[in-house]
């Protein structure tokens, strides 16, 4: 079992950056792919971005391709997400999610495939 905390949520102004974080715990050792799911009450949940650990190859939604990175430092079994250029739409919970067995390609992200979730970080940009 993994356990997953994000942090670095918070309110920002239009163009503004946020990182976020996300620590995992528990058998990380397990962890390959890494994601990140944001989620509004008007919108079912969104896959935005994903890293592999077994390659490092990297997957981003159209929505924050350009502006989001991701990158992950496996010795702090820490994932994170900066985000630059933020806009009033990227409102949103933010979760950090995992599963030992999936390898994120091409496709879009399936929340249904992530076995592990955290409880989510609020990130509000105002416009």
């Known amino acids: 079992q993994v356990q997953l905390v994000e942090s670095g949520g918070g309110l920002v102004q239009a163009g503004g950056s946020l990182r976020l974080s996300c620590a995992a715990s528990?058998?990380?050792?397990?962890?390959?792919?890494m994601g990140w799911f944001r989620k509004t009450p008007e919108k079912e949940r969104e896959g935005i971005s994903c890293?592999?650990?077994?390659?490092?190859?990297?997957y981003y939604a159209d929505s924050v391709k350009g502006r989001f990175t991701i990158s992950r430092e496996n010795g702090k079994n820490t994932v994170y997400l900066q985000m630059n250029s933020l806009k009033f739409e990227d409102t949103a919970v933010y979760y950090c999610?995992?599963?030992?067995?999936?390898?994120?390609?091409?496709?879009?992200?399936?929340?249904?495939?992530?076995?592990?979730w955290g409880s989510g970080t609020q990130v509000s940009v105002s416009s």
């Open positions: 528990g058998r990380t050792l397990s962890t390959n792919a």
């Open positions: 999610a995992t599963d030992p067995d999936l390898y994120c390609s091409g496709d879009p992200l399936n929340p249904a495939d992530f076995t592990s």
């Open positions: 890293i592999n650990r077994s390659d490092g190859s990297e």
